[in-house]
């Protein structure tokens, strides 16, 4: 069965510092692959997705996130964060064989030092 | 170009109640699904709405049931609640062909507490 485990449940980084939000999957063929963001008590926002070719896709408000096959990762990169970003972030799969559904991972809270 | 829309955006019922959702998918959009998000939480799918039929549907009790219009818009109703229905129920829709009938845009959610 397809999985996503996203393994910081929280993270906390410095306002302007660098950040990297890890996710792995389970799938035995290529993923479709997306990164959703959710301010408290707000629904999900698609930040970005991977469905082929570029390995490393670009992303709204800055984000970015690479697609390594050989790891089974999709972690999701900003070079400087803001303290708009402190939020849920949530990974997510879909496959060619189940398109009506999303996997979620169980989510990784970002909390950002003024 | 609205977005998905959901009502209410809170509803507080008691055990043993049904309750009834509503959702609006995006402009062009034609496929509903609906999720339930326990706090602290990843979002788990309960069923897909296409054509007016329920496509696919995730691990959840018959106590589920849902509907889609000839609108493209949908229900999600819950019979005899439970404590741990409570949870942000999350409608997301999505277009129907190519690559981006992977890609789903959700709506800000209906919070459910049942008391």
Known sequence: AQSVTQPDIHITVSEGASLELRCNYSYGATPYLFWYVQSPGQGLQLLLKYFSGDTLVQGIKGFEAEFKRSQSSFNLRKPSVHWSDAAEYFCAVATSSNTGKLIFGQGTTLQVKP | DAGVTQSPTHLIKTRGQ??????????????????????????????????????????????????????????????????????????????????????????????LTVT
């Not at chain 2, 979002?43 to 296409?50: E, G, K, S, T, V």
């Not at chain 2, 819950?78 to 845009?105: F, I």
């Open chain 2, 18 to 111: 049904q309750v009834t959702l509503r959702c609006s998918p995006k402009s062009g959009h034609d496929t509903v699904s609906w999720y339930q998000q326990a706090l602290g939480q990843g979002p788990q799918f309960i069923f897909q709405y296409y054509e007016e039929e329920e496509r696919q549907r995730g691990n959840f009790p018959d106590r589920f049931s849902g509907h889609q219009f000839p609108n493209y818009s949908s229900e999600l109703n819950v019979n005899a609640l439970l404590l741990g229905d409570s949870a942000l129920y999350l409608c997301a829709s999505r277009a129907g062909t190519g690559v981006r009938r992977y890609e789903q845009y959700f709506g800000p959610g209906t919070r």
